[in-house]
């Protein structure tokens, strides 16, 4: 699509360049615009040429409307099959596709993983609906992408240098990947990462519920997990995304009472 992009422009700007070119000559060159004027036969096929120089425009010009709307078809498309129509972040098959991107390849010393579980999901169904369900896994995942692009999280121990020209948001996107990994399960992974990044993020969502949850009938409540690939005894991505699902589950069972309490469990 993007050599598409470049080739159409680049044709529109010699078109113009070339149709430019040929007018200049007819209106500066006196003889050649009295040899067109005089002579029927070369009028007419200088009429003719310029006709199809004229559907040759609007023709490219329906080529880039046609492509605007391909373009934002596609991106309607992968909206659909690559995001969570729920929650608008990653689906569990871009988890999946994320995860593959590293099948079979050294795992990055810089990687580090969250997993994070709405463990009172049911419970707030139960008492508010599957309405009140949706809100809750909404609210839960906008906090997910909205502490990413925090400032504590963003300069929390960030490895090397940030490359000249690129923004905050950019680059959060570049270094984040947020997604829902089914029902109450949601995956957080990140490049560029330190343990001091991850300790920052998990502070900053442990602030957002607390105050979600000060403005919530039914308190929301959560267990996560995290692992970092230069610390953690394992050598790929799935490895690490599981030991960070095992820390959740093992601090879900470990402190049940201050999930009821506090509404967390990190």
């Not at 991106?75 to 871009?94: H, I, K, P």
Request: with cysteine; aromatic share 8%; glycine share 6%.
């Amino acid at each position: 699509m993007k050599k598409f992009e470049i080739f159409k422009t680049v044709q529109l700007i010699l078109y113009i360049l070339l149709a430019g070119t040929a007018l200049l000559t007819i209106f500066r060159d006196e003889e050649l615009y009295q040899t067109i004027a005089a002579d029927p036969h070369v009028r007419l096929l200088s009429i003719v040429l310029w006709l199809a120089l004229g559907l040759a425009f609007l023709f490219m010009f329906f080529d880039f409307g046609s492509y605007t709307d391909l373009k934002r078809e596609n991106s309607e498309l992968d909206q659909a099959v690559y995001a969570d129509a729920l929650t608008g972040v990653a689906n569990r098959y871009s988890c999946d596709a994320y995860l593959a991107q590293y099948l079979n390849k050294p795992l990055p010393r810089d990687m580090g993983c969250i997993t994070l579980d709405l463990t009172n999901l049911q419970e707030i169904n139960e008492n508010e609906g599957h309405e009140g369900g949706d809100q809750a896994i909404r609210a839960f995942s906008d906090i997910l992408t909205g502490a990413a692009e925090d400032k504590r999280v963003r300069t929390a121990g960030s490895r090397g240098h940030r490359p000249a020209g690129e923004n905050d948001h950019d680059r959060t996107h570049q270094e984040c990947f947020v997604g829902r990994n089914g029902g109450n399960k949601f995956l957080v992974i990140f490049r560029n990462c330190t343990q001091k990044k991850l300790e920052a993020y998990l502070q900053v969502v442990e602030e957002r519920v607390k105050e979600q949850n000060s403005a919530r009938e039914d308190c929301m409540r959560y267990t996560a997990g995290s692992a970092l690939a230069e610390t953690a005894q394992v050598s790929s991505l799935t490895a690490l995304v599981a030991l960070s699902d095992h820390l959740a589950m093992q601090m879900q069972s470990e402190a049940p009472e201050q999930l009821e309490t506090d509404g967390l469990g990190i």
